[in-house]
């Protein structure tokens, strides 16, 4: 709740859906976290609603709602539930679990649930009335469009906790990352936009809690227009906001990784901390089956794999769900959004739906129509990979890019045009209706490292808890001779170049490219490809190569990173859009394909040319007599064991080569001139490309 207007009566309004609640109370907490209960009023809509005079920004406060309460019912009613707000701006404290958080209690000689008589506010966190009132201070939205865009994906406490140029008390917060040393090292790099792992508010899951363990990714959604206050050091609105300013004051946009597919409060038989407590039927999916007795039993579905799956056949879902995207852009001027598991959003009658009343809310919605939308387009419900099922506007992580250029880079057989379409835009799949439909990516938060990838051939998760049984055993990784760390150098010079392969190819593909922070400069995971609960020095970044003279690989590998990003920036032939436009495909003779013979290439050999568009060339005037206008660019890519002769598609014109990138050497960006015979040598496993100018 807010407080209310500037020249309104002194104090707020409160209001909370429950439409079948027979009771609601408001509940106050003084400073000594004494209570005060007021009841509510009900309305025609469902709504309960009251105004407090007197309440000031900085009151805490929840609710309790009384009804019918039935194992078999839902929703199920409990007053001793203290409930926090589904609108909260803040919440303050954490949940600590304890068998209060239940609505119920399990007899120990019938194991029949029963009505809990516990009361819960003593182990729940506060709702914290807000203002909205921000200073900023006249900074715009940086407005950088999808095809310039560089996606760097980070987690908010992990990039900075232990960064030493960052002070000590703004590390591994919000503050911490928009520290100037932070915001220098973005830009360093050249990325355009942070995609900020979950900063709403979470709870750990008490299996996890119980294991000395947290959810550190933070895909375990308790508010949903709350920030996480663990990344802040006093106040997590303000916080998270003046971040906002500095990253958006120095042109990098802020995409939010936001969970509308589930919340923190699990399966049916989890705990009543909001939404559950208040309108179960509203906000989840529930099946009913009859047991062999004749009686009824319910339970969550379960398509998001975390217990409960949010019910987008409810108005009051696809409300509070647009209430809370507006409230990140109106109130932190959020620039996009990537949604986790988002098919789940589109389901209407659980099936997914291309026309589905959440992508309509928002393709209305002035507001919200111009941000970035983003899908991870799977869930693991009924026909969950949606990979290309998203309307025009929206792009997808598009995990074939992730596992084809693997694949191609680890030297397997048989993936060249699956690498020839990846590097297109992979209009295969989106079609050439969506040029910019594809997130390209090589390494996200789930899954290995790069530097991981290359360095193990099987995930050790045994810190995880789970027997080494939770994270993706297919990785398409290769270790080159030895499973993790390793001092033997013809290894390290193997892993470094597939490094540089890879990093590459994503910034020479069509699309938009997203980069794992830490990948740049090979941070580790200890072959941990699923860290999601591992909050601790094994997912946190390690800047400790910055001043250490002996960490080359590192420095290298940052050095490269930051070149390919300004290469892929300034260079006019190296655009996000444009799919096959101005593209061909060659076989390393020289001879260009068409889609059939792409598929026909034997080996692990390919080229692409790049030509300048037909119109941008004969308008291309330079004003310098001495300097020569780009024809063409020739990306060479071999993953085979053995040195390959590359033959130019135009190799009898009259132009002038530059070789501008060569993975295999040990600088491998440069601008040297190139003697040509009409071909050229690329070194085993190792990518080039070649500048053609007139």
Not at 40 to 66: I, T
Request: glycine share 8%; hydrophobic share 35%; with cysteine.
């Amino acid at each position: 709740m807010m407080p209310a207007s500037a020249g309104r009566a002194d104090g707020a309004n409160f209001s909370v859906y429950a439409p079948q609640a027979q009771r609601l109370e408001l509940c106050l907490f003084d400073g000594n976290d004494k209570e005060t209960r007021l009841p509510m009023e009900p309305s025609a809509m469902g709504v309960w609603h009251l105004f407090v005079s007197g309440v000031r920004a900085g009151q805490c406060y929840g609710f309790r709602a009384d009804g019918q309460w039935h194992p078999d019912l839902s929703p199920r009613f409990n007053n001793r539930k203290l409930l926090l707000d589904p609108y909260s701006r803040e919440v303050k404290g954490e949940v600590s679990w304890h068998p209060a958080l239940f609505d119920y209690s399990i007899s120990k000689s019938t194991g029949a649930w029963n009505i809990s008589e516990i009361d819960s506010a003593g182990v729940m966190p506060r709702s914290v009335v807000r203002e909205r009132e921000f200073d900023w201070q006249e900074v715009r939205k940086p407005g950088t469009s999808r095809t310039d865009s560089i996606i760097y994906e980070l987690h908010v406490k992990g990039f900075s906790i232990q960064n030493e140029a960052v002070p000590e008390e703004l590390r591994g917060t919000y503050l911490g990352l928009s520290h100037p040393a932070s915001i220098a090292y973005l830009k360093q790099l050249g990325v355009t936009a942070v995609e900020l792992l979950p900063v709403t508010s979470r709870v750990s899951e008490e299996r996890l809690d119980n294991m000395g363990l947290s959810n550190y990714w933070g895909y375990n959604p308790l508010c949903l227009m709350a920030p996480e206050p663990s990344l802040a050091i006093d106040d997590p609105v303000t916080e998270m906001k003046t971040m906002v300013r500095e990253l958006h004051r120095a042109g990098i946009e802020v995409i939010m990784d936001v969970v509308f597919n589930h919340t923190c409060e699990s399966g049916h038989g989890g705990p009543s901390l909001s939404l559950r407590g208040l309108s179960e039927r509203d906000y989840y999916l529930i099946d009913e089956t009859i047991d062999v007795r004749g009686h009824k039993k319910i339970d969550s579905t379960n398509y998001t794999g975390c217990g409960n799956t949010m019910n987008f056949d409810s108005p009051q879902t696809l409300k509070l769900t647009m209430d809370a995207l507006r409230c990140w852009v109106e109130e932190y001027h959020i620039d996009g959004f990537r949604f986790d598991l988002a098919p789940t959003m589109a389901r209407q009658g659980r099936v997914f739906r291309k026309d589905s009343a959440f992508f309509q809310a928002i393709y209305q919605d002035p507001l919200l129509s111009q941000c970035k939308m983003i899908a991870e387009p799977w869930d693991i419900g009924p026909e969950g990979y949606r990979l290309a099922g998203f309307p025009r506007e929206w792009q997808e992580w598009n995990d074939r890019y992730r596992d084809g250029i693997r694949s191609f880079w680890r030297g397997d057989n048989h993936r060249v045009a699956d690498i020839g379409w990846r590097m297109v835009g992979s209009v295969d799949i989106f079609g050439s209706h969506r040029p910019i439909g594809s997130i390209n990516y090589i390494c996200s938060h789930d899954g290995f490292t790069l530097n991981d990838l290359v360095s193990y051939e099987h995930r050790h998760n045994l810190a995880n808890g789970e027997h080494n049984r939770d994270g993706d055993a297919h990785n398409y990784s290769c270790n080159y001779g030895v499973e993790g760390q390793t001092t033997h150098t013809p290894i390290l010079e193997r892993r470094q170049r597939a490094k540089r392969n890879m990093l590459a190819t994503l910034m020479l593909s069509r699309g938009t490219p997203m980069l794992m922070a830490g990948d740049e400069f090979g941070n580790t995971q200890d072959g941990n490809n699923n860290a999601y609960c591992q909050d601790s020095k094994l997912s946190w970044l390690d800047w400790s190569w910055q001043n250490d003279e002996s960490a080359w690989q590192e420095k290298e590998l940052q050095a490269f990173t930051a070149k390919l990003i300004e290469l892929r920036k300034t260079h006019p032939l190296l655009q996000g859009d444009g799919g096959r436009q101005h593209v061909c495909w060659m076989d390393r003779h020289g001879a260009l394909l068409n889609e059939h013979q792409l598929g026909q290439v034997k080996g692990g050999c390919l080229g692409l040319k790049i030509t300048v568009p037909e119109m941008d060339h004969k308008t291309n005037d330079c004003p310098d007599q001495e300097a020569h206008k780009t024809k063409a660019l020739y990306i060479l890519m071999n993953n085979e064991k053995v040195n390959r002769r590359f033959t130019f598609a135009d190799r009898y014109s009259q132009s002038f080569w530059f070789t501008l990138l060569d993975t295999s050497e040990p600088e491998p960006i440069k601008h040297d001139v190139l003697m040509t015979r009409g071909w050229h040598l690329v070194t085993e496993h190792s990518l080039v490309i070649v500048e053609e100018k007139s």
